[in-house]
C-alpha cells in the first residue's frame, strides 16, 4: 500500500488548505492513519492522527483548534483541513499509516504559509 498526499500550495497567512491522504495498491481502512510534517532542517513531527473509525483523533498542541483530521473510508482517504493558517506551518506534510509502526509512508505535499 502506498499513501499519496495532496492539496498543499502556497497561502498567505489566515488561509485556510484541505490536504488529502488516498491509499492505492490497498486499503488503509482498519487502520490508524496520521499526518506528520517536516519543516526545513527540522525533524519530521507528528500532527495529528485518527482511528480507523474516526471516532477517535489526537492533535498535536500546535495545531489544536485550528487543524481537523478526517476520513471517508470508502473513499479510502484521509483528509486535513487546516484553517488560520501560520507561516510556522511550512512544512513538507506526509501522511502514514500505523500497522505496529507507522509505515506506507509516499511523497508528501509541500505547505508554504507567507506571512
Known amino acids: 500500500v502506498q499513501l499519496q498526499a495532496s492539496g498543499g500550495g502556497l497561502v498567505q497567512a489566515g488561509a485556510s488548505l484541505r490536504l488529502s491522504c488516498a491509499a492505492s495498491g490497498g486499503t488503509f481502512s482498519t487502520n490508524t492513519v496520521a499526518w506528520f510534517r517536516q519543516a526545513p532542517g527540522k525533524e519530521r513531527e507528528f500532527v495529528a492522527r485518527i482511528s480507523w473509525s474516526g471516532g477517535t483523533t489526537v492533535y498535536a498542541d500546535s495545531v489544536k483548534g485550528r487543524f481537523t483530521i478526517s476520513r471517508d473510508n470508502a473513499k479510502n482517504t484521509v483528509y486535513l483541513q487546516m484553517n488560520s493558517l501560520k507561516p510556522d506551518d511550512t512544512a513538507v506534510y506526509y501522511c502514514?499509516?500505523?500497522?505496529?509502526?507507522?509505515?506506507?509512508w509516499g511523497q508528501g505535499t509541500q505547505v508554504t504559509v507567507s506571512s
Open positions: 502514514a499509516a500505523y500497522r505496529g509502526t507507522w509505515t506506507d
